[in-house]
């Protein structure tokens, strides 16, 4: 059975930093397209950060610069550092595995965690 757990979300001050975490059983992220989306109350999920088997990265226009997507492979997880947060990164973070480079999913979205950035 696929599960991703998502952890690590707060409420921080803008310019402040997290790290999110995700937790995989049942698959192995090493392999695997993986990606963060985040949902915003009131807005459609988007995603924010991918990374693939070979470990390229890519993110949106918004986070680019402040958040860095990496993975542990002996851990089976995969994280998401965020910097320089900004009251708009506000929202409930997922992360899921893709479709190649798509941002079609390919396994159940986890409970997410939540991230609150107050100015």
């Known amino acids: 059975q696929v599960q991703l757990v998502e952890s690590g979300g707060g409420s921080v001050q803008a310019g402040g930093s997290l790290r999110l975490s995700c937790a995989a059983s049942g698959y192995t992220v090493s392999t695997a397209f993986m990606g963060w989306f985040r949902q915003a109350a009131g807005k459609e999920r988007e995603g924010v950060a991918r990374i693939v088997p070979s470990g390229v990265t890519w993110y949106a226009d918004s986070v680019k610069g402040r958040f860095t997507i990496s993975r542990d492979n002996a851990k089976n997880k995969v994280y998401l550092q965020m910097n320089s947060l900004k009251p708009e990164d506000t929202g409930m973070y997922y992360c899921?595995?893709?479709?190649?480079?798509?941002?079609?999913?390919?396994?159940?979205w986890g409970q997410g965690t939540q991230v609150t950035v107050s100015s």
């Open positions: 899921t595995g893709l479709q190649g480079l798509t941002w079609r999913t390919t396994t159940p």
